[in-house]
């Protein structure tokens, strides 16, 4: 089963409204990736998703370069690739 399969399952036996949005990560030692961000109407429907998936809370007003909409995620420590999270994974042909 792929990842958005999956997820959308999740959110649909949960009931859970779910938005995404994207937002570019970028780490201390120059590395970024772009993220996925499944945002929800309140913190205790995230905190379910979290418990399924895994994954970081992200508040864009705090956690978003300046508080700007479009704002880089300005990451802090080393940076490590996320290629499994949870029973989620990056295919093995984008792992390269």
């Known amino acids: 089963m792929h990842n958005l399969t999956r997820i959308t ?5 949960m009931r859970l409204d779910c ?3 994207q937002v570019q990560a970028i780490w201390p030692c120059g ?17 379910v998703f ?12 705090k956690d ?3 508080g700007r ?3 880089a995620w300005r ?6 690739r996320i290629l499994d999270l949870g029973d989620l994974h990056v295919p093995e042909l984008l792992r390269n």
């Open 69 to 71: 909409t479009q704002g």
């Open 9 to 13: 399952a999740f959110l649909q036996e």
């Open 50 to 61: 979290q418990k399924r998936f895994g994954g970081e809370f992200f508040d864009p007003k």
């Open 19 to 21: 938005l995404t949005t």
């Open 75 to 80: 990451r802090e420590g080393e940076y490590r």
């Open 64 to 66: 978003r370069e300046g």
């Open 31 to 47: 590395k970024y990736e772009q993220m996925r961000l499944h945002c929800f109407p309140d913190a205790e429907s995230a905190r």
